[in-house]
Every structure is written in C-alpha cells, then in structure tokens.
T-cell receptor, first 113, second 116 residues
Framework: NSKVIQTPRYLVKGQGQKAKMRCIPE?????VFWYQQNKNNEFKFLIN????????QIDMTEKRFSAECPSNSPCSLEIQSSEAGDSALYLC???????????FGPGTRLTVL | GDSVTQTEGPVTVSESESLIINCTYS????????LFWYVRYPGEGLQLLLK???AGQKGSSRGFEATYNKETTSFHLQKASVQESDSAVYYC?????????????WGLGTSLVVNP
C-alpha cells in the first residue's frame, strides 16, 4: 500500500481565493508528481519535481499555480486565485526514479464555489 | 499525440465470469513506453495493479493479466474468473520518460461492477 500522504482530504474555497494542498512522498522517493483529475475522469499532468527542482510543468501550472518541494518539508501545490474550473481531485504521486512506478496518495478534493 | 483509450464503462459481470477490459494506446513521443494498470477500489486511493515495460511481455497480479502488444498498440486487462471484490475503477496508463519529460498519460477509467 502507498505511503504517500496528502492533506487536506477536502478543501472548499471561493472563487479568487488561494487553495493550498500538501503532499508527503514515500520515504526515499526523490521524484514527485502532481496530477489533476476532473469530474469527467480526465487526468492532467501538472508538474513534477526531482528533489527540490522542477523537472517539467504545464503552462497552466506555471501561470496560476505555485508548487514546491522543499528539503525536509512537505511538497505543496497552491492555486493563487481559484476558479470554478479548478474543482477537481488533486493527486500527488512519488517515485524512486523519473520513469519508475508512481505511488499515489488519496488525493485532495477541491471544490471552488 | 500520446493518448490512451479504454473500454467505456460501466462493465457489469457476474461473479466467476471472465473479464476483458480493452486498452489501446498511441505513443508518438516515445517508441517503447511503459504500460500500467491502476485500480481504485471504492473509498480508496489509486493503486498500481500491474506494469509491463518490455514489449511482448505479460504482467500479472491478483489474477489479472495484461500483455504489452507493440504491433496492435494494446494492453488489454483480463481475468479468467472475477470476484465481487474486484468491483472498482480500472485505469490504463502510458508511462512517458524522455529525459526530464516524465509523466503518465491516462485513460478515462473503466468502472467494473461484479454481481454476486
């Protein structure tokens, strides 16, 4: 079973508010991924890190999201100004290597009113 | 582009029946992607069910099998005899790894309902 921890499990925000979620990867996993799963079950890759460095991120993440994976602290993903379309399940995964198996946390379900 | 198409659910079968969930993929950015099946049981998070990283090989777990077929670009999930506890949503995923470009491309999931 995965040991990736995500908090909070549920998050409710108003439009324009900041929304921040956290992820603790499995111990020893240097690679962290964030995905968004919308109500249509579509997954969208958002960003990934190796240790503290961003490997790749999509345009949306670069513009409206703030993400980091500091040393000895949880990783975080923050939406700077929430929009209704951001309502989704946000999944964090960690891996031993960039191309390796990804282990997922339970997700943070964000609802933007 | 890179994409995954899988059987649209829900798929409903009776206990002890056989099951096949189709998965086909398109991989344009990498010749030999890794292929995965993930499962989400009710009330739980995504779990890796099985993976295959070599074309022509078969992966198996919990009675499920899937073979990486490069010719037909398929990775169908099969089980000879399902159980009620197999009721879940199954996701086929394509693993892309080229340098720092590393992510999973997902199908939309197939909801499986197994009736007792």
């Amino acid at each position: 079973n995965s040991k990736v921890i995500q908090t909070p499990r549920y998050l409710v925000k108003g439009q324009g508010q900041k929304a921040k979620m956290r992820c603790i990867p499995e111990k020893g996993h240097p690679v962290v991924f964030w995905y968004q799963q919308n109500k249509n079950n579509e997954f969208k890759f958002l960003i990934n890190f190796q240790n503290q460095e961003v490997l790749q991120q999509i345009d949306m993440t670069e513009k409206r999201f703030s993400a980091e994976c500091p040393s000895n602290s949880p990783c975080s993903l923050e939406i700077q100004s929430s929009e209704a379309g951001d309502s989704a399940l946000y999944l964090c995964a960690s891996s031993l290597s960039k191309g390796g198996e990804q282990y997922f946390g339970p997700g943070t379900r964000l609802t933007v009113l | 582009g890179d994409s995954v198409t899988q059987t649209e659910g829900p798929v409903t079968v009776s206990e002890s029946e056989s099951l096949i969930i189709n998965c086909t993929y398109s991989a344009t950015s990498i010749a030999y992607p890794n292929l995965f099946w993930y499962v989400r049981y009710p009330g739980e998070g995504l779990q890796l069910l099985l993976k295959v990283i070599t074309a022509g090989q078969k992966g198996s777990s919990r009675g499920f099998e899937a073979t990486y077929n490069k010719e037909t670009t398929s990775f169908h999930l099969q089980k000879a005899s399902v159980q009620e506890s197999d009721s879940a949503v199954y996701y086929c995923a394509l693993g892309l790894h080229v340098g720092d470009n590393s992510k999973l491309i997902w199908g939309l999931g197939t909801s499986l309902v197994v009736n007792p």
